[in-house]
């Protein structure tokens, strides 16, 4: 799959097949975030891999949507403040760092075959709690992950070109 193909293809799926993540396909997915570039390589990130009973049923309760329990496996990704790149003018850019390997995680599941969706809209205060973290780690996203139920990809909705590029 070329790369603009891959971008074509990956959706937010809600709706997951009941069937587990192969080994060497979640081995993929680590590399592909371990590698995602940062602010200053500061990689000022962590990343929860969740697919255990208990931590499935305690991550589902920080989001409650039938189709997110459907999931077989899922990744918190957490921003570390303590270690983000802070510019002059005070602005912080771990979530951005975070962002990044999120979107590659999402790239590359698709490239795997694999739905995956951004959730930000979840209770990341009783995920904080629920999963132990430090002070310092703030919980930004979580991502589901497993094979599709959906039979081909939805349409896309999007700006047009000229509404979003400016030649200046
Ligand atoms: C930062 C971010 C947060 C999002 N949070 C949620 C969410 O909490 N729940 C959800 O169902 N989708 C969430 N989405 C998915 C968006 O709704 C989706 O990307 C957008 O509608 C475009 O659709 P597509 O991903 O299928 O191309 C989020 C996406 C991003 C990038």
């Not at 899922?74 to 005070?90: K, P, T």
């Not at 709690?129 to 039979?151: H, K, N, R, W």
Request: aromatic fraction near 8%; glycine fraction near 4%; charged fraction near 25%.
């Amino acid at each position: 799959m070329s790369l603009i193909d891959i971008i074509r293809s990956r959706y937010s799926c809600r709706s997951y097949q009941d069937k587990p993540v192969e080994e060497e396909k979640v081995a993929y997915l680590k590399e592909c975030m371990q590698l995602a570039p940062s602010a200053v390589n500061r990689q000022p990130w962590k990343f929860r891999i969740v697919r255990s009973e208990k931590g499935r049923e305690n991550l589902q309760t920080c989001y409650s949507r039938p189709w997110f329990n459907e999931a077989p496996l899922y990744i918190i990704a957490s921003a570390l403040h303590e270690q983000e790149w802070v510019r002059s003018d005070g602005k912080p850019h771990g979530d951005i760092d975070v962002a990044i390997a999120v979107e590659h995680l999402c790239l590359a599941a698709t490239e795997q075959g694999l739905g995956s969706c951004w959730v930000c809209n979840f209770d990341a205060q009783r995920c904080h709690q629920l999963f132990e973290m430090p002070d310092t780690e703030e919980p930004v996203a979580i991502i589901p992950i497993g094979y599709s139920s959906l039979a081909e990809t939805p349409q896309k909705t999007r700006k047009q070109q000229e509404e979003i590029f400016l030649e200046v």
